[in-house]
């Protein structure tokens, strides 16, 4: 069903009042949960488990007592027994990734010489067949506080829905299917949603198995893990940059893997006939032509990242605002004036230069005059609204080694989508030279659309990773953007004397 998700927790009670409580305070904070009733009468989890149980269990909260064992029943030894033939054994999978186990208890005088007793045997070598991942963590939760008090009526009624939901009757997961395939477009979104889902734990999982072989009797298994996590890091980033880090490193790391687990799935039978029956038809007769304001929007969020994390590091792709004449006098650009119409953009005298330069009566001479006349007219406007920047691509495999010389940045202009006379002349309606590139347009604010005009042979350097605080950062170029402009740099950058700027 396109809703499904990996199951990643699951709730166990033999007190059904106390497991409905429990599964509708989990889902109330945003916690989906899968409920399992323990039928003390007939010594059975109500739903089943699944045959092989949930291998992407990541919490697995249960009584501790399911069997309401007292006296000397109840002793550590046979509680735990218990837990782990009728809860663990069948919930647990036996390829199942890193989970925790919270017993749930009233009475928490003995819960934690059971937890103990349950690390140490439900992965022991002796269990055989029976025997399955250890947890990384045994916790104790007291229940009281999340529980009523006890009503054996309403113990009863919920025993018996229970049983009644347990039955042979109509699938509601068939029912809702049918109900989400009403509409194509809704059934490919949730089908893609539950493929990402599953990849992300499909990947926690390998990886958490691979870490199985580093456990030994001085290496517990969160420890063994910890070590695969951190090699993966170090592998995709390098010890110093995994150093400096550690998240951005583990997230390279993961994302490779995540992408493998998305391609193993992207020829599910129903993936695809969801994906043809929604995209096949517009797909079949191109070109699709968007409204400006679509295409803009669109371009922003397949081009842009616009939530920025909060470090203070400089990231390859970031773009930083250095739109004043302090800043840029540090650069030794001149003025800000002067850097726009001198470096970047058509301005008056170019054209008017260019027009002398044309045989009276040229077919051209008109055109050109009126974009003159244009340019002159908006100049102020232009000035007043364009803003400079700063584009930080990296640029060899120094740049991995996190070198102070290889930070780079090149330097563009923002221009409003209005104002694009200025990048794109009168005659060769491209930039003035070849050395400049253009992206977008961009939707960074409802209504108004900017281009990013780039010189590639333009650029400054700093030997600090640290982003200096005067210099805010505005946005950050995905990375098919970034390794095209470090492309074209190296194609056509003329490599001027680096101008430092820490």
Sequence with gaps: MELNSPVRVVVVDDNPTHLVSIANGLAKAGVPCIPHWYDIENNILVPPAPPEGYPYLRVLFTDLNIQEMAGANADPKSLASVLISEVLQPVVAPNSGPYSICLWTSTGSKAQEVSLIIGERVSAASMGDAKRPAPLLINIIEKQPFVPEKNEEVDRALASLFRHNNGDGPSIEESIS????????????????????????QTINGLYQISSYEVKDDVKQSTAFRTVLAKIAI?????????????????????????????????????????????????????????????????????????LPAGNQVERGLVFDINTDALLGELKLGNRSDFLFNDMLFNPGLLERTIKSKAPGSPDIEKLENGLAEIRRRKDELLRRARVVLIEIGADCDHAQRKGRTIRFLLGVEIPEELSIFIHGP???????????????????????????????????????LRREDISALYRLRKPLVDQLLYWYSVHSTRPGIMRID
């Excluded at 060769?428 to 780039?454: A, F, I, Y």
Aim: aromatic share 6%.
């Design 235 to 307: 592998g995709a980033s390098g010890q110093k940059n995994a150093k400096q880090d550690p998240a951005r490193a583990l997230d390279d790391g993961l994302a490779d893997l995540f992408i493998d687990q998305m391609r193993n799935s992207v020829y599910s039978e129903s993936y695809k006939q969801a994906v043809s029956a929604s995209l096949l038809e517009p797909i079949s007769h191109p070109p699709l032509i968007l409204a400006a304001g679509s295409r803009n929007a669109l371009n922003t969020v397949l081009h842009l990242e616009t939530q």
């Design 178 to 201: 049918n109900a989400i395939s009403q509409d194509a477009q809704l059934k490919a979104s949730l089908s893609w949603e539950a493929r990402v889902s599953t990849a992300a734990t």
């Design 427 to 465: 005659l060769n309606n491209g930039p003035r030279s070849e050395s400049l590139r253009t992206l977008g347009p961009w939707e960074l604010e409802k209504g108004n659309s900017l281009h990013l005009l780039v010189s590639l042979h333009r650029f400054t350097a700093q030997q600090s990773w």
